[in-house]
Structures are given as structure tokens and as C-alpha cells.
T-cell receptor, first 116, second 114 residues
């Protein structure tokens, strides 16, 4: 069975500072992908960044980077230079297997609040 | 363009009503998904359509009936719902490609059952 654990129910960060949101995962399948989504209060789930289990380098997308430590089974999201618009719920998710494997396993989420 | 659209944005219905939620994508994606999300919880998968055929039904009650008329459209027909069915309903789509197969979500429909 697959499992995603996000241990921080809520986080606060000062505007313009960097913040790390924790995510650990558990799977015995060597092929998997890890995703981070942002969900503002409006409800839409916005895709942020992806890391594949065979990727050699940590993923980066603009102000978002993923600190992937395969041996520790962690995939922490780093947001640099936080903005007020970053205040939202953040979900870490995992998909195991190749094409035809549809299931996304989500963590419980971390609510990030950016303070002016 | 990674846009998935959903209508309506909000829906209030009685327990005896019949209503439908609509989802549309024009990204050429071959898989479409319905999720249910309760407040302060992660999304829960309900249905998956792959190449317009129902691939996964996560033991969803029959009062929820999905339909995929074509590769771009996904509907969720609602009938005789219960108040506990009040939630945010999210639609998503993906390419069904090897490796990275990102699901892109729509803005959701907030459903209230009275």
C-alpha cells in the first residue's frame, strides 16, 4: 500500500522568506512519481511540481523546488521568496507505476499562511 | 494550455432533485477523473474514465452516475443525494503517458444538498 505523510497541519512564513513543506512517502514500487499541488480557498487544485523516482536531479519550477531524498523517502517542497498569494493548502501526492496507473495518493495537506 | 473547466461553480439542490455537473478539457487528454473533497480533507477519487470507458469506480453510491459522451467531456449525474454528499467536486484530466502523467484539475463545483 502507498502512503503519503505531511506532518505539518499549518505553517506560517514571513513574506519574502523561504519555507519548506515536509512530505514523506512509503511505497515498495521502484517506479513512482511525486506531485505537489496548491489549493487556494477558491478550491482549484493547481499543479506545482513533479519529481520522478528515476530523476537524477531535484525538480525546480520558478520559485518552487523539490528537495528529493530518495533514501529517506522524502520529497519536501521549498518555496523561495514567499508571497501573500502563496497562502493556501498544499498537498503532496504520489502515483505508483507506469501508464494506466491512475490512482493519486494524497497527503492530508499543509495550510500555509504568509504574513506581511 | 492546461485548462479544465467545470460548471456550475456552485449548486444547491434538494434531496429529490436531479442535477448534473459538467467538466470539459481540450488538451487531448485521454483520462478524466471525478474527485470528491470534504472540507479540510484531501480529494477522494470517485471515477476514472480512460479512452472514454469507465476504468475505475471507487465503490461510489449509485446516486452518482458518471458519463463520458466524448473524449473532451465528462458529466456527473446526481439523483436523490443526501446532505452528507455536500462537498467540493473536482474534475481532472491527464494524458495517460508513461512516467510523468500529471493530473490537471478544474476549479470545482461546490455542492450543497439540503
Amino acid at each position: 500500500a502507498q502512503k503519503i505523510t505531511q506532518t505539518q497541519p499549518g505553517m506560517f512564513v514571513q513574506e519574502k522568506e523561504a519555507v519548506t513543506l515536509d512530505c514523506t512517502y512509503d511505497t515498495s514500487d521502484p517506479s513512482y512519481g511525486l506531485f505537489w499541488y496548491k489549493q487556494p480557498s477558491s478550491g482549484e487544485m493547481i499543479f506545482l511540481i513533479y519529481q520522478g523516482s528515476y530523476d537524477q536531479q531535484n525538480a525546480t519550477e520558478g520559485r518552487y523546488s523539490l528537495n528529493f531524498q530518495k533514501a529517506r523517502k522524502s520529497a519536501n517542497l521549498v518555496i523561495s521568496a514567499s508571497q501573500l498569494g502563496d497562502s493556501a493548502m498544499y498537498f503532496c501526492a504520489m502515483r505508483v507505476g507506469g501508464a494506466g496507473s491512475y490512482q493519486l495518493t494524497f497527503g492530508k495537506g499543509t495550510k500555509l499562511s504568509v504574513i506581511p | 494550455d492546461t485548462e479544465v473547466t467545470q460548471t456550475p461553480k456552485h449548486l444547491v439542490m434538494g434531496m429529490t432533485n436531479k442535477k448534473s455537473l459538467k467538466c470539459e478539457q481540450h488538451m487531448g487528454h485521454r483520462a478524466m477523473y471525478w474527485y470528491k473533497q470534504k472540507a479540510k480533507k484531501p480529494p477522494e477519487l470517485m471515477f476514472v474514465y480512460s479512452y472514454e470507458k469507465l476504468s475505475i469506480n471507487e465503490s461510489v453510491p449509485s446516486r452518482f452516475s458518471p458519463e463520458c459522451p466524448n473524449s473532451s467531456l465528462l458529466n456527473l449525474h446526481l439523483h436523490a443525494l443526501q446532505p452528507e454528499d455536500s462537498a467540493l467536486y473536482l474534475c481532472a484530466s491527464s494524458h495517460l503517458s508513461w512516467g510523468r502523467d500529471t493530473q490537471y484539475f478544474g476549479p470545482g463545483t461546490r455542492l450543497t444538498v439540503l
